[in-house]
């Protein structure tokens, strides 16, 4: 296969979830001498891009978004490696959580998934993450985002109990804190002291890269 | 064993031996901006039109959600039962997970109503098994707990042990006591239904407890989702389900669950699914 036919078809399998050709198809364009990069942002991206689009439009379902991730994750775990060898810079580090009292986590996880194929390093603490947890995470990864989503009215409140946490750590300027879930809105948002919100996955993908390159600008 | 729910005026059995009781999941604004801008602006008209609507199209019971954020969810719930009862005499569902909200809620019920809900956790039972025994209502109890939502059935029920045991001890009548078997989507675990059908199954079998469940969870994400709710009922019921908290409009799902009482020998002789067909014939 030629690295073009390589390319086509990753885009190709990813866009159907065909986890074990993906992974095949990357092991066959690095031992073809394709670079990590070429890969990422000229197979797997573009394709997860098309997937968030089709999504949002209401053409692709959530299990299709599921399984289209979890091909770029295999990919992605044998290309991470190599990309940090090349020095390949990272869009951003997101480090993402469920809040403390919350066990919701589809809508999470398709956040994560967006993220990821826009080229983030995502770190995924899980549900019912304590503030002392996303303290203690910030501390070890020293992300450049930090996610937090509730799903209920109920547990919403812990994204202020989690940004009061990382002020008391004096952690707070060190990153920027977005927030998300199904019933939080931007009105909420500013309200608790975040710094971004978005309603959908790819939104959250474009306002991540928005306030990371102000931050950075700085 | 039997549950039964009132409102001022009407009585309702939940049990393993009568027909299924299909409470109304509508009058919920999370994610519906408009009903929430209007609730903020303590215009209460949405809940009118979900109140008729679902009376119309057959719901036993009403779930009574009133989770907006930034407001005062206790006042709010009170004054919707307030005014729910003015438009149905369908007993009620109070739904919330603020404590307070609860209260409030019950207080402002004219009737024995259903709690919607609690969890396996220590602190929610000692907070909510209270409200239980001094409203004398049922509560809807989930087998989850610190730790998260067990995925297998056989770890459901070690939770669903503890909530029975603890129920017992405070003194509250089992028959006040509805497991939630816990739905989730098909969409994004292949077997997670599989597992909700077999912990109901278990429940039934082991407690003869009756149970409700969020249903309509079963299909989120995914196209078509009336088509799968009608044929999630049905499979449950035949696994021990006696109630949800459901698409309470659709008909489509509605009529699904009918016909599941008429096969599973519990609208005997056909009588509810007849009239319901004469009545639609002369609509």
């Keep these: 296969m030629s690295p073009d036919e390589i390319l086509k078809e990753m885009y190709e399998q990813t866009m159907v979830g065909n986890a074990p050709r993906v992974l095949e198809l990357t092991k066959l364009g690095l031992d073809e001498g394709m670079s990590p990069d070429t890969i990422l942002f000229e197979a797997l991206i573009p394709s997860l891009e098309e997937v968030g689009a089709r999504f949002e439009r209401g053409d692709y379902f959530v299990p299709e978004m599921l399984i289209a991730g979890r091909a770029m994750s295999g990919a992605l775990d044998v290309l991470r490696p190599l990309l940090a060898d090349t020095g390949a810079e990272t869009v951003g580090t997101f480090l993402m959580g469920t809040v403390k009292g919350d066990v919701h986590d589809i809508g999470k996880n398709l956040v994560n998934i967006m993220l990821e194929g826009a080229g983030f390093q995502v770190i995924d603490l899980g549900v019912q993450v304590a503030p002392e947890k996303f303290v203690e995470a910030v501390k070890e990864h020293q992300p450049d985002v930090v996610g937090m989503s509730a799903f209920l009215t109920t547990t919403m409140p812990m994204f202020k109990v989690n940004i009061h946490e990382l002020s008391k750590a004096g952690l707070r300027d060190d990153v920027i804190i977005m927030v998300g879930g199904a019933p939080v809105t931007q009105e909420y948002a500013d309200v608790v002291g975040a710094d971004g919100y978005a309603a959908d996955a790819s939104t959250a993908v474009r306002k991540a890269k928005e306030l990371i390159a102000i931050k950075r600008g700085k | ?283």
């Excluded at chain 2, 409102?7 to 393993?16: F, R």
């Excluded at chain 2, 919920?28 to 602006?41: S, V």
């Excluded at chain 2, 292949?190 to 469940?213: C, F, H, Q």
Aim: charge should be negative; hydrophobic fraction near 45%; aromatic fraction near 4%.
């Design chain 2, 1 to 283: 064993m039997h549950t039964v729910l009132r409102s001022a005026s009407k009585e309702i059995t939940i049990g393993h031996d009568v027909p299924f009781v299909i409470i109304g999941e509508r009058i919920n604004p999370t994610g519906r901006k408009l009903f929430q801008e209007r609730l903020r602006n303590d215009d209460l008209s949405t809940i009118e039109i979900d109140v008729a609507d679902q009376v119309a199209a057959g719901s036993d019971m009403l779930d009574v959600n009133m989770g907006v954020p930034l407001t005062d969810e206790p006042a709010l719930l009170a004054k919707a039962i307030k005014k729910i009862q003015t438009l149905t005499d369908l007993p009620l569902c109070i739904d919330s997970s603020i404590v307070e909200a609860l209260d409030a809620g019950l207080a402002a019920y004219e009737g024995k109503a259903l709690i919607n809900s609690m969890t396996g956790e220590d602190d929610r039972m000692d907070a909510i098994l209270p409200l239980v025994k001094k409203y004398d209502a049922a509560i809807l109890a989930l087998p989850n707990d610190e730790t998260g939502i067990p995925m297998t059935a056989p770890e459901r029920m070690i939770i669903v042990e503890k909530i029975v045991r603890r129920v017992e001890a405070e003194g509250i009548p089992l028959e006040n006591l509805l497991i939630d078997p816990l739905a989730m989507t098909v969409g994004a675990d292949t077997e997670a239904v599989k597992n909700t059908l077999e912990t109901m199954y278990l429940v039934r079998e082991k407690y003869g407890l009756n149970m409700s469940i969020g249903a309509s969870n079963v299909s989120f994400g995914l196209p078509n989702r009336h088509a799968l709710n009608a044929a999630f009922l049905p499979m449950a019921m035949s696994m021990g389900l006696t109630s949800a908290i459901m698409d309470g409009r659709t008909p489509e799902v509605i009529t699904a669950v009918r016909a599941a009482d008429l096969l599973l020998g519990l609208d005997p002789w056909g009588g509810n699914w007849i009239s319901a067909f004469r009545a639609q014939q002369q609509a």
